[in-house]
């Protein structure tokens, strides 16, 4: 069983930073794919920012040039730096795995955790 727990959230004034991190735990051999989601009130889950095993990252236009994305292969775990928060980042992130395997000749399998909430306001 795998599971993903996120931690960091909270509330913040705008134009602050926050720093969540998530740590992947279980019978993980590697995971492709990490990233960061978020969800406010109404709205669709989107993405925020994915890295890839190797390191390469994507970011939503909204997001571009204030969070940052990392990971630790070996800690099997990832950090979302985010800066100059505005109202419109308050929202419940999610960290996500994608292909998780417990093996080589396993296949793989994705994963959510449950979300912390972040609220920007002042």
């Known amino acids: 069983q795998v599971q993903l727990v996120e931690s960091g959230g909270g509330l913040v004034q705008p134009g602050g930073s926050l720093t969540l991190s998530c740590a992947a735990s279980g019978d993980i051999f590697s995971i492709y794919a990490m990233a960061w989601y978020r969800q406010a009130p109404g709205k669709e889950r989107e993405l925020v920012a994915n890295?890839?095993?190797?390191?390469?990252?994507n970011y939503a236009d909204s997001v571009k040039g204030r969070f940052t994305i990392s990971r630790d292969n070996a800690k099997k775990t990832s950090h979302l730096q985010m800066n100059s928060l505005k109202p419109e980042d308050t929202a419940v992130y999610y960290c996500?795995?994608?292909?998780?395997?417990?093996?080589?000749?396993?296949?793989?399998?994705?994963?959510w955790g449950k979300g912390t909430q972040v609220t920007v306001a002042s």
């Open positions: 890295i890839t095993y190797g390191g390469t990252t």
């Open positions: 996500y795995a994608d292909h998780v395997i417990r093996s080589p000749i396993h296949a793989g399998h994705n994963y």
